[in-house]
């Protein structure tokens, strides 16, 4: 079972350009415009390109990217954010069927 507190170190370079997404608003603007010469200038392996362009949060975190990484690639780089919150929500929840149909 892979720990939950601490984010996997073959993630490293994914987790540091999140990072300088959080914080630098230019790098922002230039990851949502080409966001493959982003990667490139951060190092990401093929498997850590793959998961920022499934932008796929749960697919990420259980990959065990750490979720702060993925808050900053999915609302802020990718600008979910600013969306409505019907929009910004890629899993609905599906009713529970139960013994008593609950």
């Known amino acids: 079972m892979r720990e939950l507190f601490f984010p996997e170190l073959r993630f490293y370079r ?5 990072r300088a997404i959080h914080l630098d608003s ?3 603007k230039r990851f949502r415009e080409d966001p493959e010469s982003v990667m490139n200038e951060f190092g990401l392996t093929e498997e850590e390109k793959a ?3 499934s932008k796929d949060p749960v697919k990420m975190f259980n990959e065990g990217v750490m979720p702060y ?4 690639l999915i609302w802020e ?3 979910w954010i600013f969306l409505p919150p019907e929009k910004q929500t890629l ?3 599906q009713p529970a069927v139960g013994p008593r149909g609950l």
């Open 51 to 53: 998961l920022v362009r």
């Open 26 to 28: 230019g790098l922002r």
């Open 14 to 18: 994914l987790h540091k350009m999140a």
């Open 69 to 72: 990484a993925i808050f900053y």
């Open 77 to 79: 780089a990718e600008g």
């Open 91 to 93: 899993y609905r929840e």
